[in-house]
């Protein structure tokens, strides 16, 4: 099992463009996240999808969309890059909802915006 | 609201020394508290997760953590540090007002010296 996957690992964007950071996991995982990682910040979750079809707005979603496009993939797309977005992005899943479902993350996409 | 603090930004310690990271919450009830760790390039792993029950709980990489009430602590602890050990290292409460939600520390950043 690969488990938790990210495209890409690194891009840089010019502000204004837009693009779409892909996740999916192979854990047949009913509940998957977006988080972004900024240095001493620690981790703030962007959104989340507790099931196929459904997506929450989580502590900073301004600026990105998401969709979940089947049960493995969950997709974070930024419609217009801002400087303020530059920071590592990591998706992560859990096998159903509650605190006591064990989140894992994937490697990170490492997002730089001029 | 929920909050973590992580006071220490950057530890360094000895191979084969002990090692113990901090970590305070503010949260009303019995907290879910987790640690995770972060190896350079690399995802967030969990360490270790406590729920209830006994307070000293054991984790995985021989990690262990001590929760206590009375001082709205998480400490983690290892009682030798190998090389391999150097990562970052993140404390997270549960948010119980949603379903799954992790609110994270900003980290503690350590560094093992030969």
């Known amino acids: 099992n690969a488990g938790v996957t990210q495209t890409p690992k690194f891009q840089v964007l010019k502000t204004g463009q837009s693009m779409t950071l892909q996740c999916a996991q192979d854990m047949n995982h009913n509940s998957m996240y977006w988080y972004r990682q900024d240095p001493g910040m620690g981790l703030r979750l962007i959104y989340y999808s507790a099931s196929e079809g459904t997506t929450d707005k989580g502590e900073v979603p301004n600026g990105y969309n998401v969709s979940r496009l089947n049960k493995r993939e969950f997709s974070l797309r930024l419609e217009s890059a801002a400087p303020s977005q530059t920071s590592v992005y990591f998706c992560a899943s859990s096998s159903g909802q509650g605190l006591q479902e064990t989140q894992y993350f994937g490697p990170g996409t490492r997002l730089l915006v001029l | 609201a929920q909050s973590v603090t992580q006071p220490d930004i950057h530890i360094t310690v000895s191979e084969g020394a002990s090692l113990e990271l901090r970590c305070n919450y503010s949260?009303?009830?019995?907290?879910?508290l987790f640690w995770y760790v972060q190896s350079p390039g690399q995802g967030l792993q969990l360490l270790l997760k406590?729920?209830?029950?006994?307070?000293l709980v054991q984790g995985i990489k021989g990690f262990e953590a001590e929760f206590k009430r009375s001082q709205s602590s998480f400490n983690l602890r290892k009682p030798s540090v190998h090389w391999s050990d150097a990562a970052e290292y993140f404390c997270?409460?549960?948010?119980?007002?949603?379903?799954?939600?992790?609110?994270f520390g900003a980290g503690t950043q350590v560094v093992v010296t030969p």
């Open positions: 997270a409460v549960g948010v119980t007002d949603s379903w799954g939600k992790l609110q």
């Open positions: 949260y009303g009830a019995t907290p879910y």
């Open positions: 406590y729920f209830s029950g006994d307070t």
